[in-house]
């Protein structure tokens, strides 16, 4: 296990070499967070960013862009200029070996003005097909070094299916081996899906718990307000299946259903992540049409439907809505259904899991009047846990009412880190616990095909929702058949 904290006291030296360093992902994550591990100290002196794109920028132009991207931040006043002033930017194809020749020597020149000892992260926040060219022109033309790490760091989509994701990461994993290849999702940075195995194993209250014999049925809802937006080229080819089930959704049932980890290790930690994901119940192509829904949001609540989105096609089937009922067959969570629900233009943003415990047996209360337990994880938008328990009515007799008790995990005198200064940080210490193994993508891209497959083949209908509303009454449906409803109702 790595003494994380005593680390993060010390500065870190490196290069980072960001490909499509003007690109909105960089602009909007990228650098804000760059920024806050410079206010702590984290990066200080020895360090520098290259920011490499097509556009024929100047090293004076991304240091401008780079101080608007930051200019929120109080701290931007004092110590923005400074930060800022460790940019710099190449006009890059990155199908020309000569321009990686530039970089090199750009590189090299860095590497000795901040003395960084030869430490390199390279962010590909790119498509997907520059990979594999990227990863190769590095190794090539000797802009991996010898004396320090080597860290490359690519973003989501990982392909789109399970045959193009191998390809994708065999042609990274020729040039990097899997220790220095970091997968981001960011939903790994959010403080509340940290807090998940801090939940589960540190707590003997939920560890007793927390399996096939209490635990009645678990709920996972990420719902987005917002429509395609800008992404429409990119949603049209993806869908909501692709686009978060695959990934969002699949790391946190790995880890709200692993077994315990011998140790908190990126090793074990891992080991059990994959063995949940790989437990994932496969199935037919009948079976995927009774236990998922898929839709698409229709006009409605004053918002045009995905069909009058522009870069839609007008007979597009491209869901934007998934519901669906999951089973993982290992040993404590056999049997208990897994609801999932994520979908664009609904009643409002939020991501949260619901853990929906037993009804108990018993003489002493009226069964029926008894609510059950509830333990509810409000990833965002607040990070907060809830559970629902049972108590008594104020007054006379004795029934029974609902109440929650809250765990709030942060207050007034906390700032919670983004996810993605959490990842970055995470990168530049070399631990790759919050980050996909390429075994995790590949049991997640194999359970996924055989859904996409089975609705490419013609099994099941794509229903409607208006924008506005949580979803289809197919997602209800679901529920409902098995004598359950969703705990999230939107409001």
């Known amino acids: 296990m790595k003494v994380v904290l005593a680390i993060m006291e010390i500065e870190q030296k490196a290069l980072f070499i960001i490909f499509g360093g003007t690109g909105d992902l960089a602009k909007r994550k990228l650098y804000p967070s760059l920024f806050q591990l410079y206010k702590k100290g984290i990066l200080k002196d020895n360090f520098a960013i290259i920011g490499t794109a097509r556009r024929p920028w100047s090293d004076e132009h991304l240091q401008e862009v780079v101080k608007e991207a930051i200019e929120g931040d109080e701290a931007a006043v004092s110590l923005g200029a400074e930060f800022a002033s460790h940019f710099y930017y190449q006009s890059h194809n990155v199908n020309d070996?000569?321009?990686?020749?530039?970089?090199?020597?750009?590189?090299?020149?860095?590497?000795?003005?901040?003395?960084?000892?030869?430490?390199?992260l390279f962010y590909l926040a790119m498509s997907p097909r520059f990979f594999g060219t990227i990863a190769q022109h590095l190794k090539s033309q000797k802009i991996v070094t010898t004396k320090g790490y080597n860290r490359v760091i690519v973003e989501k989509p990982f392909g789109r299916d399970f045959e193009s994701a191998k390809d994708l990461n065999d042609s990274i994993s020729k040039y990097f081996p899997e220790e220095d290849f970091f997968r981001i999702d960011h939903y790994l940075g959010k403080e509340m899906i940290q807090n998940i195995m801090a939940l589960r194993f540190s707590n003997n209250l939920f560890r007793a718990v927390w399996n096939n014999r209490y635990i009645d049925n678990i709920q996972i809802t990420l719902s987005e307000a917002?429509?395609?937006?800008?992404?429409?080229?990119?949603?049209?080819?993806?869908?909501?299946?692709?686009?978060?089930?695959?990934?969002?959704?699949?790391?946190?049932?790995?880890?709200?259903?692993?077994?315990?980890?011998?140790?908190?290790?990126?090793?074990?930690?891992?080991?059990e992540k994959i063995y949940a994901l790989k437990s994932l119940k496969k199935y037919s192509a009948?079976?995927?049409?009774?236990?998922?829904?898929?839709?698409?949001?229709?006009?409605?609540?004053g918002q045009i439907g995905?069909?009058?989105?522009?870069?839609?096609?007008?007979?597009?089937?491209?869901?934007?809505?998934?519901?669906?009922?999951l089973f993982v067959?290992?040993?404590?969570?056999?049997?208990?259904p897994i609801y999932i629900r994520t979908g664009k233009r609904l009643t409002k943003k939020t991501t949260r899991i619901d853990i929906s415990f037993k009804e108990m047996e018993t003489s002493f209360f009226d069964s029926k009047?008894?609510?059950?337990?509830?333990?509810?994880?409000?990833?965002?938008?607040?990070?907060?846990v809830f559970l629902q328990t049972n108590i008594k009515k104020i007054g006379q007799g004795f029934d029974l009412v609902p109440s929650l008790m809250e765990l709030q995990l942060n207050n007034e005198n906390v700032v919670v880190p983004e996810a993605y200064e959490k990842l970055l940080l995470d990168a530049l210490l070399g631990d790759a616990t919050n980050f996909a193994h390429w075994e995790e993508v590949a049991y997640a891209w194999k359970f996924v095909d055989s859904i996409r497959k089975a609705?490419?083949?013609?099994?099941?209908?794509l229903a409607e929702y208006p924008c506005g509303s949580m979803g289809p009454r197919e997602s209800e449906e679901l529920l409902?058949?098995?004598?359950?409803?969703?705990?999230?109702?939107?409001e």
């Open 480 to 490: 409902e058949r098995d004598g359950h409803q969703w705990v999230f109702d939107g």
């Open 329 to 336: 067959n290992n040993e404590n969570f056999s049997g208990v």
């Open 286 to 301: 009948v079976k995927v049409a009774e236990n998922f829904v898929r839709a698409q949001y229709s006009a409605g609540d």
């Open 97 to 120: 070996t000569e321009h990686y020749v530039t970089l090199r020597k750009l590189a090299e020149k860095l590497d000795e003005k901040y003395q960084i000892e030869g430490n390199r």
């Open 369 to 384: 009047k008894l609510g059950r337990n509830i333990l509810t994880i409000n990833v965002e938008p607040e990070g907060k």
């Open 226 to 271: 917002l429509g395609v937006e800008e992404r429409a080229g990119y949603y049209e080819t993806a869908g909501a299946l692709r686009d978060m089930v695959q990934n969002h959704i699949l790391q946190i049932i790995s880890l709200l259903t692993m077994n315990m980890p011998a140790s908190y290790s990126e090793s074990d930690i891992r080991r």
């Open 455 to 461: 609705w490419d083949d013609g099994n099941g209908n």
């Open 306 to 325: 995905y069909l009058q989105e522009n870069e839609i096609a007008n007979d597009s089937t491209t869901e934007t809505f998934v519901a669906g009922k």
